[in-house]
């Protein structure tokens, strides 16, 4: 499974972002997605998660009503459209494939803790910054 994270950049405090997922290498239809930030000096914590069908979604209570994760499965691609942006927003964001194992997804962006699963695929990254 290959993902490459596009849509990051630089925005000021209040605004939006769409960041896109896009996968290739197997069916997006059998793959759970889950999107991680990192903060400079901190560890890699879940924000957002998106079941197969797309009929679950989770998200962490900094970004609970902020933040948005969809899916067009037809498109091989994943969504996390974020508003309202804060400074403490700013990070690279990275997308996760997970084959099986929902629920292990939605406790790390619940928790917003780092991913302890032993398997899933990551791509590169996408830089936000959030600055006046």
Not at 5 to 28: A, D, I, Q, Y
Not at 59 to 82: C, E, G, H, P, W
Request: hydrophobic share 35%.
């Amino acid at each position: 499974v290959q993902l490459v994270e596009s849509g990051g950049g630089l925005v000021e405090p209040g605004g939006s972002l769409t960041l896109s997922c896009e996968v290739s290498g197997f069916t997006l239809d059998y793959l759970h997605i889950g999107w991680f930030r990192q903060a400079p000096g901190k560890g890699r914590e879940g924000v957002a998660s998106i079941n197969k069908s797309g009929g679950v979604t989770n998200y962490a209570d900094s970004v609970k009503d902020r933040f948005i994760i969809s899916r067009d499965n037809a498109k091989n691609t994943v969504l996390l459209q974020m508003n309202s942006l804060k400074i403490e927003d700013t990070g690279v964001y990275y997308c996760l494939a997970v084959r099986y194992g929902y629920a292990g997804l939605r406790t790390a962006v619940e928790s917003q803790a780092k991913w302890s699963g032993d398997s899933g695929s990551w791509g590169q990254g996408t830089q936000v910054t959030v600055s006046p």
